[in-house]
């Protein structure tokens, strides 16, 4: 008998969301009359729009569901929605709450430490991998093997997608823009995922300096002064547009769309990217495991750099514990991933996606 209704619950980052969204595009094809239902935080919901495979969006916010009274009435609500399958590659708190609350027949997760509550919050706990067997990243991989640990599917899809609508399609803000069109993020989604601002600027200037080419800003709309701190650095200032600029997910989807590359820190802009298959050139922060988030990367395509690949002997491990010592204080070894370093990766990528648009001059150096 096919179950009636699924939920997936992934409340973090954008993401996160979308790379979850494989886990709809396949259980789909195990059960295309089910009603699959995404429970997300509000920021995040845009990367689900329009996907066939997701029948509705429930997204909350963040802080509001980490308020006791709230989450007791959420967990009220999902128990009333008589959930048959739920899938929860979030694993923390709220959702492994929402999942022991639940009653569903199937109740899916990957197991944790969990030494404090020590309750059946699913029917089929799932061990992470220990480690990728393929080039999507072991994050997706991970979400694919939470499907396929209990319900075993043939040729899964590995990848994430963005649908965008016609209307969507035929956004034409950059139509009298001159190409290509390279989407910069300058910014991290945290302080501890961006580059110091004096290091991004200088990767601006040489693409300034050697291609003809219109450069947009991508950053949170919060983090608006930061961005214009980094423009100001800049100094062929007449290629740089700030005032093509979307500050919501689903308007930064449509003028991807119409770009031809992206260059960024690690962080949600470059899955999307992915989604929509544009290059990209990704920064990871030094506190990133490249090997959960280096999805599809072929080093003509996609392309990125980590100091750990440039440096390895900074630290001999890569634990949770070094990880989060890392985290806490990453701008050290930000510094140490210098514009020349990044370049010598970068160079070859941009030439090879706009060499058509190189300056006829020798650029300054």
């Known amino acids: 008998m096919q179950p009636k209704k699924i939920l997936v619950i992934q409340n973090k980052r954008i993401g996160d969301v979308l790379i979850s969204s494989v886990i709809a595009n396949n259980i789909k094809k195990l059960f295309p009359k089910s009603h699959i239902t995404y429970f997300v935080y509000d920021y995040t919901a845009g990367v689900l729009v329009n996907?066939?495979?997701?029948?509705?969006?429930?997204?909350?916010?963040?802080?509001?569901?980490?308020?006791?009274?709230?989450?007791?009435?959420?967990?009220k609500k999902v128990r009333k929605s008589k959930y048959d399958i739920i899938f929860d590659p979030y694993s923390k708190f709220q959702s492994r709450m929402m999942c022991l609350s639940s009653r569903a027949t199937y109740r899916i997760g990957f197991k944790r430490a969990h030494k404090k509550l020590n309750l059946p919050f699913y029917t089929h706990p799932v061990n992470l991998l220990e480690k990728?067997?393929?080039?999507?990243?072991?994050?997706?991989?991970?979400?694919?093997?939470?499907?396929?640990?209990?319900f075993p599917i043939e040729n899964p899809d590995f990848e994430p997608k963005i649908f965008l609508s016609s209307e969507e399609k035929k956004y034409g803000v950059l139509k009298d823009v001159q190409k290509p069109v390279i989407m910069l993020g300058v910014l991290g989604s945290t302080p501890q995922k961006s580059m110091p601002y004096e290091y991004v600027a200088r990767l601006i200037n040489h693409i300034t300096e050697t291609y003809n080419a219109t450069i947009l800003f991508n950053y949170a709309p919060h983090q608006k002064d930061d961005a214009y701190k980094i423009y100001h650095l800049c100094r062929d200032k007449e290629q740089i547009k700030l005032d093509i600029y979307e500050d919501s997910i689903r308007g930064f989807i449509k003028l991807m769309n119409q770009c031809d590359l992206l260059v960024?820190?690690?962080g949600g802009s470059v899955h999307i990217t992915k989604a929509l298959y544009k290059p990209t050139f990704t920064i990871y922060s030094p506190y990133v495991n490249k090997e959960h988030w280096s999805s599809f990367e072929d080093g003509v395509t996609h392309d990125s750099i980590h100091l750990l690949e440039e440096k390895p002997d900074l630290f001999e491990s890569f634990t949770l514990e070094e990880r989060r010592r890392i985290e806490e204080n990453p701008q050290e070894l930000y510094e140490q991933l210098t514009p020349e370093m990044i370049l010598r990766k970068m160079k070859p990528f941009l030439e090879h996606h706009l060499k058509n648009a190189r300056k006829s001059y020798e650029p300054h150096r």
């Open 51 to 75: 996907n066939p495979n997701i029948d509705q969006i429930i997204h909350v916010k963040e802080k509001k569901l980490k308020k006791i009274p709230n989450l007791l009435k959420t967990l």
């Open 132 to 150: 990728r067997s393929r080039n999507c990243g072991k994050a997706i991989e991970d979400r694919i093997n939470l499907v396929n640990s209990v």
């Open 264 to 266: 960024a820190n690690e």
